[in-house]
């Protein structure tokens, strides 16, 4: 019975070795439709797809409504700002570093914000984040926030995956902003 034991233990100590220490959980929530944009269907397929790229990236991804994003801080009117303060704010990112992605629509007149913090900085160079908003602005324009999103998610998730195997897709940078 000792020797049973014994090996069970081992082998707990042994697989506990093999699961990275680092590795963090992904965020309780990715998606805050604060704007009503999306149907219940929508909202948890996107919940549940940025849960999924932020769990395998190692890098948290949001996406964010808001009617006016002047309700949501103090930014001086400049959506970047705006941005940034609820990023850090509610304590959004994941690991040490707070590796982080976050695209906010503010409806009141249709801006958008790309904010990459961390790792998601590194990973979304300024021509990574315009190619990132070419993908999705054209959903946008015809009003469509699920398929935008998705666009932005399979895109944001094809650049950290290119990043963590050393592919960084251009120069580095804080932000890609504009009206949709």
């Excluded at 233990?9 to 805050?32: G, K, S």
């Excluded at 190619?131 to 944001?156: H, K």
Aim: aromatic share 12%; hydrophobic share 40%.
């Amino acid at each position: 019975m000792k020797r049973l034991i014994s090996i069970l233990v081992a082998v707990l100590l042994l697989a506990l070795l093999v699961i990275p220490a680092a590795a963090a959980e992904a965020p309780e929530y990715c998606v805050y439709d604060d704007a009503g944009l999306l149907g219940d269907i929508e909202y948890q397929t996107l919940e549940d797809y940025a849960k999924e790229v932020s769990q395998q990236r190692q890098c948290a991804v949001y996406f964010v409504t808001v009617d006016d994003f002047r309700d949501y801080g103090e930014g001086y009117g400049v959506l970047f700002v705006v941005c940034r303060e609820i990023f850090l704010d509610n304590d959004f990112g994941m690991g040490e570093e707070k590796d982080g992605v976050m695209l906010i629509l503010s409806m009141a007149e249709r801006d958008y914000c790309l904010l990459a913090h961390g790792f998601g900085d590194t990973a979304l160079t300024d021509y990574g984040k315009d190619y990132i908003s070419e993908e999705f602005l054209d959903n946008f324009a015809d009003n469509d926030w699920y398929g935008g999103c998705l666009d932005y998610l399979a895109c944001t998730d094809e650049l950290l995956s290119q990043a963590r195997e050393g592919n960084i897709y251009d120069r580095g940078s804080w932000i890609t902003s504009g009206v949709l």
